[in-house]
């Protein structure tokens, strides 16, 4: 009887149109029928005692089904792996932020100083977290709504590059708990970072392309494993940590938006307006909510936090770490990119490398017997302004450069793309030049997308506030009275006065245009 209502639930699992809909009284009806099927005698249970015989057959269809469901998932999900040692298993993940903040600018006019507000649009934040202790890396935030490979690669070498100290919060209110910080930040070696075995991600494209695959199973010598499509429980760890800050911070369910009946979605009037809140007080929000998680004690760690669990690995166990000289090259901000050497007629010995669509020049390069030959590029993503060439023997052919109109500021791989998007649409960008890009994020300042690009441009080192910000970057504007209550007077100097015209946008951005 046993086995035939087993196949009875194994078959209802199905979901095929022949099958009845699994509920408790119709596994009943099942099991009432195959008593009078085999001829059971009317005068034995369950006949005599109907009420108690639904019940008992409730509660084994509850107990079968259950058991059923948990082998099903099980088979679906990955390999069940044992998670007891530290920074073995980490899981990435990325999610868009619905940025209820703005970007504020400074302008000189006419030797006067003003500052207005910039609606922004989604951004991408990127999580990792450590599976056996739970703790949750320095996020890593990206001013874009997708990411790239070349994005995605700085976002590992963020996660695993050793601090010796938290990043300091530029906003009035904001402090660190006691024990609070990143694995990061734990003191174990400068310049050596442990080694990874599983890296687990889910099946976006960016996280299988090639700069990012070989990143990892090559210069990190990690497993890459991508989950199945719909499993998003295979990864639990990241995704929970998301629900952390889904608690102050608003994350888009899904890739469509937010509902029209969100009750965290702004109404039509404030749409109008931007937010008081700076984009540089959402980020250290962000940082603020995640350390201070990793320094609180939680129940399932019995009462220890997930720092408290690293630390103690740390001492009792034998983590292994890379060398240092595996290290510094898994660290590096430059990568290695073959390129052709090439020649125009009638410019001289001197021959050029292209590099998305720039002729890169450099006095290694003058000699036209190159022409034809392969070089090897160490290229910086983040700064494409110049870099080292060699030949394939190893010599070293010096540094090469773009023109001198891309000299004045750096910009990145991602940004050049962008810029050449634009101008093969010649109503947006009519030449392919920084002045000329620059004038089309200052023109286009007041839409979204738009403004998050300049503030992508404007604050190069957002995620690592140590370097400081090449241009003016205002970490907050606050009412007079607030900066005159907070305590942080290095922060309150970058604070401008504020007046009643920063609440009634409209009139004051119109008149600076």
Known sequence: MKQYLNDFLSKALKKTRAQPNLKPRVFYEAFMGYLQTNQWPSYKYPYTTADLAE??????FKESLSQLNQSNQARHSRPSLIHNTVFRDIEIDEHTVDSSSSFYLEYDIEAESVTYPLRLSRFTLILARDVASSAIFSPYIVLDG???QEEFRQAIQHFLKPTNELPSLATPG???IEGAGFPTTIGYEQDAIPMIQYVHLDNAMVHLANLSSHFIRKELGATL????PGLPLARQMVESAFGVLEVDIHTLPNTVGT????????????LKHPPVVSLQALIDTIRFLVANYNGTPQARLHAASPLDVMRYQLDHKPIIALPQERASLILRQTRPVKLPVKHQEGSGPMCYVNYHYQKMKGPGLRNPALKGSYVTAMVNDRDLRKFEIFTPEGKNLGWVQSPAAWQQLPYSRSMLSQLNRLARDGRKLKKVSLFNYLEYLLENRKVPKVALSLSKWLSYHV???EKGQNLNFLDETFPAEDINQSTDSDVSEHFPEWSPKMRNTRSWLDDID
Do not use: Q
């Open 55 to 60: 019940e008992s057959c409730r509660r084994f």
């Open 146 to 148: 997708h990411i790239n």
């Open 174 to 176: 904001l402090r660190y």
């Open 225 to 228: 494993h991508a989950s199945r």
């Open 259 to 270: 509902d029209v009946l969100d009750i965290r979605r702004e109404t039509g009037n404030k």
């Open 463 to 465: 995620n690592e506030p």
